[in-house]
């Protein structure tokens, strides 16, 4: 007896195949959060860690830490989540939404930075000067790098003076674009995003770290994590020397080192 499928076997067996792939697909397939301030240095991370997991797909997403944290804890598919602030994914786990401890991976460093002005001849105190138009920080709210700016706006005691000149963006990376376009005349942004090769070719004054509290960096795999194995392997990957050197260029200081 030879057996011949009917035309609603047939189509049981073509949804068979769809989930048989669609679960493959998401095998082969990571996607992270990550922070803004980690844009042009994770880039270069995972294209050093694909070369050696050459047949897995990887998905960055980025933004703020805050409003991925809201992402995540409302069910967001992300396998992975690289905080500007430890404090986002300690609180993911008190919820119950991650499947491992949260773990430092470097702290991060605010400067002042223009395209217009030698940002290196500036101080805080010098953002109330008249020719200070615009100053562009990350949204406190919801961005570290954003809330770490008003500390140190507050610490240097101008944040009431300078509150009308603020332009505020909804990430670090954001800040950095409005410095960059001119629509800033002055951003307090990342050192990461200071130190890449195109925003580079301006000078930048570091803001002391006692001007603020630490931006103690961390990641997490979430609970939802689709591909788990993955997200742990490139966990690791960020404790190389590969990974490690890159950090530092980007102006990474690794997580606990003591910082000026």
């Not at 011949?4 to 949804?15: D, E, H």
């Not at 008003?150 to 509150?163: F, K, P, R, S």
Request: hydrophobic share 45%.
């Amino acid at each position: 007896m030879i057996y011949r499928p009917t035309a609603v076997s047939a189509r049981l067996l073509a949804i068979l195949l769809l989930s048989v792939f669609a679960c493959t697909a998401r095998a082969n397939s990571l996607t992270i959060a990550a922070a803004s301030d980690l844009r042009f240095a994770l880039e270069e991370i995972v294209t050093a860690w694909r070369e050696q997991n050459p047949d897995q797909d990887v998905r960055v997403v980025y933004g703020s830490s805050g409003k991925m944290s809201t992402q995540i804890s409302n069910g967001a598919p992300y396998d992975l989540f690289f905080s500007a602030d430890i404090s986002y994914p300690q609180q993911l786990q008190a919820q119950g939404f991650t499947a491992t401890d949260p773990v430092p991976y470097a702290t991060g460093r605010i400067v002042l930075w223009s395209s217009i002005l030698d940002a290196s001849a500036l101080t805080l105190a010098d953002l109330t000067g008249s020719d200070i138009e615009h100053i562009a920080i990350a949204q406190p709210a919801h961005a570290p790098y954003g809330l770490r700016a008003q500390e140190a706006l507050q610490a240097a005691g101008i944040w009431e003076q300078v509150q009308s000149r603020l332009v505020f963006a909804e990430n670090i990376a954001q800040a950095a674009q409005m410095a960059e376009s001119g629509a800033a005349t002055v951003g307090i942004i990342a050192l990461s995003l200071a130190e890449f090769p195109r925003l580079a070719q301006h000078p930048y004054h570091l803001i002391p770290a006692s001007k603020h509290q630490p931006l103690r960096q961390a990641y997490v795999v979430t609970r939802r994590a689709d591909n788990n194995a993955a997200a742990l392997s490139f966990a690791r990957f960020m404790t190389t020397d590969i990974a490690r050197a890159v950090m530092a260029r980007y102006g990474f200081a690794p997580p606990g080192e003591p910082t000026l």
